[in-house]
């Protein structure tokens, strides 16, 4: 593929989400696998990642929009967070989300504006929309949109949803959350759906996935797919083995291996992921996954008190990483494999040293799941040092 950098954005100094837009897609996959294995070796390893599945789709490939909204000298301004800041940037197209995302950002600003429905002012506590979020179904695309307000009552609600739902017929279902605290958090507790489903539907090779508002799944549609791929490859499960899936969202990493795999025990706390993931794996006809809503620690915690035997543990933890209780029942079940998906290399690295004495390296991948930044997605396989070896 062509190597060469031929992104040209306007809002690069202003934003800074894309912090690698100066360099070559090459310098960035070198740079990615620099800081990647400066973590590792900080933290007293002496394994090599050598490989990053690069992305052949490297612009346009989010699949969720957040964007927010203020209201500046009798105008509304729509679009990101200034990087580390409360500032947003006005903007009316980013190029690493779709065309589709970017057209319902532009137009979205002016049925407000024409409406006259303003943005939620934290500080006078006046207004409406704080933010509106926008994910994309990949291969259906299928549209859902949420607008998130500072209160219940929504002033021309119907004509909004009218003009939203004009916009185009792929635009599936809008939903409105009420998210009235004092906070950075985007999304708030109570939701009603305007119309449609209340989901879209993607495609994951020969599987459908229903997506919610408020369900993890990756921005990234294509590359996550590379990274499944190399799990199922890298990790060889067999038909006799039990594995757990923690911190497993809508399920789709259990719901791909069910079939490589005895059992999946798939472990979760957000509610509307473990229902999403529960009906997912009945509209896949998929018996031998079990979905759990508890937090991944309380739930290896209390396991490893029962010394259930599971074969492999795959663990797809926040950015802030895993906890150590968790890894410490790691020891404790002692899983023949685990496979660690990190979003972040220093916490991946702080982890790893928890079950250094425990388990090796056995093979590592990182996956540009998000180009042009400096965030990279890597893959860790561990055996248990007193297994086989076999994986």
Excluded at 130 to 147: M, N, W
Aim: charged share 25%.
């Amino acid at each position: 593929m062509n190597m060469i950098n031929n992104v040209k954005c306007k809002y690069q100094k202003l934003c800074g989400s894309c912090q690698l837009l100066d360099k070559s897609y090459q310098d960035t996959l070198n740079f990615k696998l620099t800081y990647v294995n400066d973590c590792l070796h900080k933290a007293g390893f002496n394994h090599q990642v050598t490989k990053i599945v690069e992305a052949k789709q490297n612009t346009n490939y989010r699949n969720k929009m957040i964007i927010g909204y203020k209201f500046v000298n009798g105008k509304i301004i729509s679009g990101f967070y200034e990087e580390n800041t409360h500032h947003i940037i006005d903007i009316d197209e980013c190029q690493m989300h779709s065309k589709m995302q970017n057209f319902i950002l532009q137009n979205l600003k002016s049925i407000f504006q024409s409406l006259k429905i303003k943005p939620y002012d934290e500080d006078r506590k006046v207004g409406l929309i704080r933010y509106v979020l926008v994910r994309e179904a990949y291969f259906t695309g299928e549209i859902l949109i949420v607008l998130v307000t500072a209160s219940e009552i929504f002033p021309a609600r119907s004509e909004v949803v009218k003009r939203i739902k004009a916009l185009s017929p792929k635009i599936k279902t809008i939903i409105q959350n009420i998210n009235s605290r004092k906070t950075s958090i985007v999304l708030g507790d109570k939701e009603r759906i305007l119309y449609g489903n209340g989901y879209i539907t993607d495609l994951f090779g020969n599987l459908k996935f229903n997506i919610s508002s408020k369900a993890f799944y990756q921005i990234n549609t294509l590359q996550t797919q590379n990274l499944y791929e190399k799990i199922k490859l890298l990790a060889n499960f067999n038909k006799n083995e039990t594995i757990i899936d923690a911190y497993s969202g809508v399920g789709t990493i259990g719901l791909i291996l069910a079939s490589s795999v005895k059992e999946v025990i798939s472990i979760e706390n957000n509610q509307q992921s473990v229902r999403a993931a529960i009906l997912n794996a009945k509209i896949n006809q998929i018996k031998n996954v079990h979905f759990i809503c508890d937090d991944a620690t309380n739930y290896l915690v209390e396991i490893a008190k029962e010394k259930v035997k599971i074969d492999a543990i795959i663990m797809d933890p926040p950015r802030t990483g895993s906890t150590i209780a968790f890894l410490e029942a790691i020891k404790k079940i002692k899983p023949r494999k685990v496979i660690y998906v990190s979003c972040d290399p220093s916490t991946l690295a702080r982890d790893l040293k928890v079950l250094k004495n425990e388990y090796k390296i056995m093979e590592s991948v990182c996956v540009d799941m998000f180009s042009w930044t400096n965030h990279v997605e890597t893959l860790v396989v561990l055996s248990h040092k007193k297994s086989d070896g076999h994986i």
